[in-house]
């Protein structure tokens, strides 16, 4: 399911591409870009575009992944980034950050399709991950 084929369809789709970006130790949080074209096709593996420290967060800034989703003729995109404690649920900066890419990203033309948060398996009442576009439809 890591070929560039793939049409992501369900949040649970990019959750697991992004889970097999991680190292296996999740020891600082990662952010990655998935670029997909207008159907929702991978264009490219998930794309890294910021590490943060063992006690820090990673800086999610629009411009670096826009940059990478424009360089791989994204349409849409969707975000991730891991949280190192294995707990997913979001913070309220979680749902800020959200809010502030789904902007920009209208504002440059794409469409961020979702921003999913990675923890460890068997978290969150069994989840592994969170889909802020879930949590945020409501």
Not at 55 to 63: H, K, L, N, S, V
């Amino acid at each position: 399911m890591n070929d560039l084929t793939t049409i992501i369809a369900t949040a649970s789709d990019a959750a697991a591409i992004f889970r097999a970006a991680l190292p296996k130790e999740q020891n600082e949080e990662r952010v990655w870009v998935l670029p997909l074209d207008a159907e929702g096709k991978m264009l490219a593996k998930p794309i890294l575009v910021a590490v943060g420290h063992q006690d820090g967060t990673a800086a999610i800034d629009p411009g670096t992944i826009f940059r990478e989703a424009f360089k791989a003729g994204a349409e849409e995109i969707i975000v991730a980034h891991n949280h190192p404690s294995g707990d997913p649920a979001p913070s309220k900066a979680d749902y800020e950050t959200t809010r502030r890419l789904n902007d920009a990203a209208n504002l440059v033309g794409l469409e961020l399709t979702d921003h999913i948060i990675i923890g460890a398996p068997g978290s969150a009442n069994g989840a592994d991950f969170v889909s802020m576009a879930e949590l945020m439809e409501g």
